[in-house]
Structure formats: C-alpha cells, structure tokens
C-alpha cells in the first residue's frame, strides 16, 4: 500500500521552530517529487514548498522564504521541512504529496498523486 505519513507537527510559540518529516512507505521516493502544503481553518489548501528529484531543486511561497527549508534524504525515504520564525500565520494541516516526475524541478499547484494525511501545526503563545 503506498502511503505517505507526515510527523513534527505541534504547538509553538511565535518564533519558534519545527521540523516536519513526510515518510513514504510502499514505493520509493527517489523518482517523485516532493511538495508540502497547508490548509488553514476557512481558507483554501496551498503550496508552501517543493523539492525536486534530486534535491538541487526548490520552490517557497513567498511568505516562507528565509524562515523554511525542505530537504531530502532519499536513502531513508524521507522528506523535511523545516520551519523557523514560526508566525501565527503558519498555524494549518500540514501535508506532504509526491508527484512523479522524470524532470528535476517541482511546482506548488495540486498535480500530485499521493497525498499525506495531514499533521496540525498551531503557533500561538
């Protein structure tokens, strides 16, 4: 069964950090790419970040640039996404998706085939 299984989430303060991790299982993330989006209460599901296939390659939305940084460890079938300067604006369900690809860049729109099930991220003090 493939599945992907996001960990990290919790409750910060502002300014503070977390460190998502998105696990596949069932198949191996080497060929896919990888992107991480949130869903805020009321507000419609958006990409934050993306990581292509070999790692050389990422996208932000413009809100995160500077405080986020995706990574991947291919060889433990993993996907990070660390977040720093946490904002009360971050508070979401943070979801990873895997999209397969031949090429080595990655995009924020929807056109992924995998999606995770979601972990909560809250900021607040």
């Known amino acids: 069964q493939l599945q992907l299984v996001e960990s990290g989430g919790g409750l910060v303060q502002p300014g503070g950090s977390l460190r998502l991790s998105c696990v596949a299982s069932?198949?191996?993330?080497?060929?896919?790419?990888i992107g991480w989006f949130r869903q805020a209460p009321g507000k419609e599901r958006e990409g934050v970040s993306c990581i292509g296939i070999s790692g050389d390659n990422t996208n932000y939305r413009d809100s995160v640039k500077g405080r986020f940084t995706i990574s991947r460890d291919n060889a433990n079938n993993t996907v990070y996404l660390q977040m720093n300067s946490l904002k009360p604006d971050d508070t979401a369900v943070y979801y990873c998706a895997a999209q397969w690809s031949p090429f080595s860049g990655c995009g924020l729109g929807e056109a992924y085939d995998y999606w995770g099930q979601g972990t909560q991220v809250t900021v607040s003090s």
């Open positions: 069932g198949f191996t993330l080497v060929n896919y790419a």
